[in-house]
Every structure is written in structure tokens, then in C-alpha cells.
């Protein structure tokens, strides 16, 4: 089922929407939606050559688990770049 999302922009952001929208012939919704799921799609998940890249290393996959388990769990410590 369809949900509906409000949203507060200021009005230099809102033209620019309106701007893109009307150039890709589109609704603003749509030019929002598609903006936003394909951010976090990028953003956020594994493409399919690398998930099958890293599902081919059964060492990869054991040490992944066993790091998600720790992390669960609390257990470790962070480690970060300088």
C-alpha cells in the first residue's frame, strides 16, 4: 500500500526539484522517489558482482558472520582509519 511522506524544503531547493522534475518530464514525487531509493540503494547495499564475489569466499562469509555475531554482542573494539 502506498504511503504518503511530507516533506519541509526551503524554497531555493524546492524550485530546483520543480526544475529537474519538469526537464525529465516527470512529477516531483517521482523525481524525489527515484532520487532518493537510488541514493540509498548506492549508498547503502552490495551490487550483485560483489555479493557473488564475496559469496565464493567461504572464509570471507565465516569471518563476516563471526564479525556480526561480535558486533551483536558488543564484543570488540572500533577500529579507524587515520
Same mark, same amino acid.
Given at each position: 500500500?502506498?504511503?504518503? %511522506?511530507?516533506?519541509? %524544503?526551503?524554497?531555493?531547493?524546492?524550485?530546483?526539484? =520543480?526544475?529537474?522534475?519538469?526537464?525529465?518530464?516527470?512529477? #516531483?514525487?517521482? #523525481?524525489?522517489?527515484?532520487?532518493? #531509493?537510488?541514493? =540509498?540503494?548506492?549508498?547503502?547495499? =552490495?551490487?550483485?558482482?560483489?555479493?557473488?564475489?564475496?559469496?565464493?569466499?567461504?572464509?570471507? =562469509?565465516?569471518? %563476516?558472520?563471526?564479525?556480526?555475531?561480535?558486533?551483536?554482542?558488543?564484543?570488540?573494539?572500533?577500529?579507524?582509519? #587515520?
Amino acid at each position: 500500500m502506498p504511503k504518503t %511522506l511530507t516533506m519541509r %524544503l526551503d524554497d531555493e531547493t524546492y524550485q530546483t526539484f =520543480v526544475r529537474a522534475a519538469k526537464a525529465e518530464r516527470r512529477s #516531483l514525487a517521482n #523525481l524525489v522517489e527515484t532520487a532518493a #531509493l537510488r541514493h =540509498v540503494r548506492e549508498t547503502s547495499f =552490495v551490487d550483485d558482482s560483489e555479493m557473488a564475489e564475496i559469496t565464493s569466499r567461504p572464509e570471507l =562469509v565465516r569471518r %563476516l558472520k563471526a564479525g556480526s555475531r561480535d558486533a551483536r554482542k558488543r564484543k570488540g573494539r572500533i577500529v579507524t582509519a #587515520l
